[in-house]
């Protein structure tokens, strides 16, 4: 199966292109979330890829959130639009705000992910790939199967468990939100992992044997994660893993695990 990733786009316009020139080559398409709170330097220096040039700019933005969940509606089995901690921010209010939350537009975004909740998910899983916004680590799955007094089996159970959970009845499970908001102390948290929202890519890699030309990282054997959330010059692809965020759309073949640009 070949599958389209569209990793962080906050506010971006790479998506549409991304789309209309590869919709008819792929299986599906993922969304990997965070889809507000623009970088300033980008408004400043490259307006012309931004869906606008004003960071509180809500009319346009809506517009393009509109858009994205359009595609949903009209090919649910098509396209998977995923949360992220910019999307959290705005679908719970006690969850932990993310940097750049538009508080001055909070309200209408929170409106408009709350009328639309039933199209999003939290994790997606496909042919044993597992596919979230910032990868789910081991020790995160096993707090998350204490908390919940299961048995931990594997971070690919888990993460079958956590997308069978639907996004909207997440808003009565306190425990739940509280874990999907928990960020590890190399992002400035109180935990040794962060969620499959916050997770840094620091927390897939083994620093302590790493160097740059050879980096060791940690995974499942049988099982590949595909995320974004921390933001790259260049897409890191190792064999457990391929962090994305890079400001540029991939096809990924969720058999060999082949990932290339679509730019």
Same mark, same amino acid.
């Given at each position: 199966?070949?599958?389209?990733?569209?990793?962080?786009?906050?506010?971006?316009?790479?998506?549409?292109?991304?789309?209309?020139?590869?919709?008819?080559?792929?299986?599906? =398409? @993922? +969304?990997?979330?965070?889809?507000?709170?623009?970088?300033?330097? /980008?408004?400043?220096?490259?307006?012309? *890829?931004? $869906?606008?040039?004003?960071?509180?700019?809500?009319?346009?933005?809506?517009?393009?959130?509109?858009?994205?969940?359009?595609?949903?509606?009209?090919?649910?089995?098509?396209?998977?639009?995923?949360?992220?901690?910019?999307?959290?921010?705005?679908?719970?209010?006690?969850?932990?705000?993310?940097?750049?939350?538009?508080?001055?537009?909070?309200?209408?975004?929170?409106?408009?992910?709350?009328?639309?909740?039933?199209?999003?998910?939290?994790?997606?899983?496909?042919?044993? =790939? @597992? +596919?979230?916004?910032?990868?789910?680590?081991?020790?995160?799955? /096993?707090?998350?199967?204490?908390?919940? *007094?299961? $048995?931990?089996?594997?971070?690919?159970?888990?993460?079958?468990?956590?997308?069978?959970i639907p996004v909207e009845n997440i808003h009565s499970d306190v425990k739940l939100i509280s874990l999907i908001g928990e960020i590890s102390y190399r992002r400035g948290g109180?935990?040794?992992?962060?969620?499959?929202?916050?997770?840094?890519?620091?927390?897939?890699?083994?620093?302590?044997?790493?160097?740059?030309?050879?980096?060791?990282?940690?995974?499942?054997?049988?099982?590949?994660?595909?995320?974004?959330?921390?933001?790259?010059?260049?897409?890191?692809?190792?064999?457990?893993?391929?962090?994305?965020?890079?400001?540029?759309?991939?096809?990924?073949?969720?058999?060999?695990?082949?990932?290339?640009?679509?730019?």
């Amino acid at each position: 199966m070949h599958i389209l990733i569209i990793p962080d786009v906050h506010g971006r316009k790479f998506w549409r292109e991304a789309i209309n020139n590869n919709i008819g080559k792929v299986d599906k =398409v @993922i +969304f990997l979330g965070d889809y507000l709170d623009l970088y300033a330097d /980008e408004i400043q220096n490259h307006p012309e *890829n931004m $869906e606008c040039n004003d960071f509180y700019d809500a009319q346009n933005l809506l517009k393009m959130l509109e858009d994205i969940v359009s595609l949903k509606k009209n090919e649910p089995n098509k396209y998977i639009l995923l949360t992220g901690n910019h999307t959290d921010s705005y679908i719970w209010s006690k969850f932990n705000a993310a940097t750049r939350t538009d508080y001055r537009n909070w309200e209408k975004y929170h409106k408009f992910f709350s009328q639309n909740l039933n199209l999003f998910n939290l994790v997606w899983v496909e042919n044993n =790939v @597992i +596919f979230s916004h910032a990868g789910i680590t081991k020790g995160w799955a /096993e707090r998350v199967c204490s908390k919940n *007094n299961l $048995e931990f089996k594997s971070i690919l159970h888990t993460a079958k468990t956590l997308q069978n959970i639907p996004v909207e009845n997440i808003h009565s499970d306190v425990k739940l939100i509280s874990l999907i908001g928990e960020i590890s102390y190399r992002r400035g948290g109180d935990f040794d992992y962060g969620s499959c929202e916050w997770a840094d890519i620091t927390e897939h890699l083994d620093l302590s044997h790493s160097s740059i030309d050879n980096v060791v990282t940690y995974g499942e054997e049988g099982t590949f994660q595909v995320f974004g959330h921390t933001q790259l010059k260049k897409a890191l692809i190792t064999d457990k893993w391929a962090c994305l965020d890079c400001r540029k759309a991939f096809i990924f073949d969720t058999e060999t695990y082949a990932c290339s640009s679509c730019l």
